[in-house]
């Protein structure tokens, strides 16, 4: 489970952390969790706490992975995949507990040692080791507990290779669906759509401002304390104190509410001082107190805006999203109507005169190509590979429509290239389906566990 990447310009070492594996399967919402800004760590599960430095930990692996890919990060997404990878790693450690498998202090311990990035002349390095922890923050005690975690996880996952297997079955079809060729006809029946009326185009861009988004700004309120005041400095304390902890200000004498609304830039009529620190204001930092010759400035930062880009300038965009969104609703409805009158159609020719279907030849086309051509899902293809000679096969719905295939041919790959594609592809298939076995136990693992998360982690 553990390697040892001896070239990683990250220390010279980089642990194989077992989620990893899953990045690209489906994420299962955060929405789904409990939040909570009462948490000591970054996260809860099952009443126990996740640390903040072990979520850092994931993150500084996620962002030096994706520099060294010359990628550049998505700080909020790789937040989210940080603190995802240290709830699924939770998950899977307290499993390997309760199965018995977790991992004891003299396995770390032996781990630790055998690592070559910590070794110098065929020994344990000390200063190495303490190097490393120096350069991705972390404390001996925290790094070998990420050790035991994944230790414990790959006993526990060991248990679960041993009893899985790809079946024949599975094999062959996949092999039918790369090599085996088909002959036919294809019908594409796209349903007419309409432009959208000025209504219509208006209407829909109200209702979706998110998606026309253009300048970017900030909701603040800005205070102003006026220093003639008597204890104009513990009013502005105490106005700080107020804002920090999302309380109303008292309407205090002196106090003045100066401006509240948007900005997008700093042609505002506010003090050319207050205007220089606005580009601090964040999530992170939302509160502000600037001092002038004259006044005290609490500046509130309330959150992020956007100014929406105007409609004629998107005007195309939305005329596209409408006419998308209608293409969908009518292919559905078409899909329905052929679908019950599928068995009851001889030939394409019909079907082509009723609905001004394209028809299209296919010559001793792949299955897997064929699906690609006109947009049937992959989990379909076996309808291709199996069906008989003059067959219809079921109505394909599409993103631009409906693909009715009749099957005049089908040649079966020979032996000698079904048994090279089998052993070429069989180590890829079995980890394949393992991995989604793995996302899938991960998956019920969470649905079957109390999860709590910080919501200050995710904003």
Avoid: C, W
């Amino acid at each position: 489970m553990f390697t040892n990447i001896g070239k990683s310009k990250f220390m010279k070492i980089v642990l194989f952390i077992t989620t990893f594996a899953f990045v690209g399967t489906a994420f299962v919402a955060l929405l789904v969790y409990k939040l909570s800004g009462n948490i000591q760590g970054v996260a809860e599960i099952n009443g126990r706490t996740i640390p903040v430095a072990e979520y850092y930990y994931y993150l500084n692996l996620l962002t030096r992975e994706a520099e060294a890919q010359g990628i550049e990060p998505d700080k909020k997404a790789l937040r989210i995949e940080a603190l995802k990878n240290a709830i699924d790693q939770e998950l899977l450690y307290q499993e390997a507990q309760k199965e018995g498998v977790e991992a004891t202090d003299e396995e770390v311990k032996q781990y630790l040692l055998d690592i070559p990035a910590f070794q110098e002349e065929g020994k344990f390095s000390k200063e190495k080791y303490f190097t490393f922890l120096s350069n991705i923050n972390l404390s001996p005690q925290m790094f070998e507990q990420i050790l035991k975690k994944e230790l414990s996880i790959r006993h526990l996952l060991a248990i679960h290779r041993v009893s899985f297997y790809i079946s024949e079955d599975e094999l062959n079809t996949f092999v039918k669906k790369q090599l085996s060729r088909i002959s036919g006809k294809v019908a594409i029946i796209t349903p007419a759509v309409e432009n959208p009326t000025q209504q219509e185009i208006e209407e829909y861009y109200k209702q979706n401002l998110k998606e026309f988004a253009g300048k970017k700004g900030k909701l603040i309120t800005v205070y102003k304390i006026d220093k003639t005041l008597k204890d104009a400095d513990k009013k502005a304390q105490k106005l700080f104190l107020s804002l920090k902890n999302n309380q109303q200000p008292s309407q205090e004498e002196g106090i003045q509410k100066i401006f509240s609304g948007e900005i997008y830039d700093k042609n505002v009529n506010l003090p050319e001082k207050v205007k220089e620190e606005l580009d601090k204001l964040s999530k992170q930092k939302p509160i502000l107190l600037v001092s002038t010759d004259k006044a005290y400035y609490l500046i509130k930062f309330e959150k992020e805006v956007s100014e929406p880009i105007p409609l004629e300038k998107v005007k195309e965009k939305v005329i596209a999203s409408i006419k998308n969104k209608k293409l969908a609703e009518k292919t559905e409805e078409l899909y329905k109507t052929v679908s019950k009158e599928i068995k009851t159609i001889k030939d394409l020719k019909s079907l082509s005169e009723k609905y001004h279907a394209e028809i299209k030849e296919i010559k001793n086309q792949p299955a897997q190509s064929i699906a690609m051509e006109y947009g049937i899902p992959l989990d379909k293809i076996s309808l291709l590979t199996k069906a008989k000679p003059g067959q219809i096969i079921e109505p394909f719905k599409t993103s631009t429509g409906i693909v009715v295939i009749q099957i005049e041919k089908i040649s079966q790959p020979e032996n000698k290239a079904k048994e090279d594609m089998l052993n070429l592809m069989k180590p890829i298939l079995t980890n394949t389906k393992y991995q989604t076995i793995i996302r899938m136990f991960i998956d019920k693992l969470q649905e079957e566990a109390e999860i709590k998360i910080n919501k200050r982690i995710i904003q």
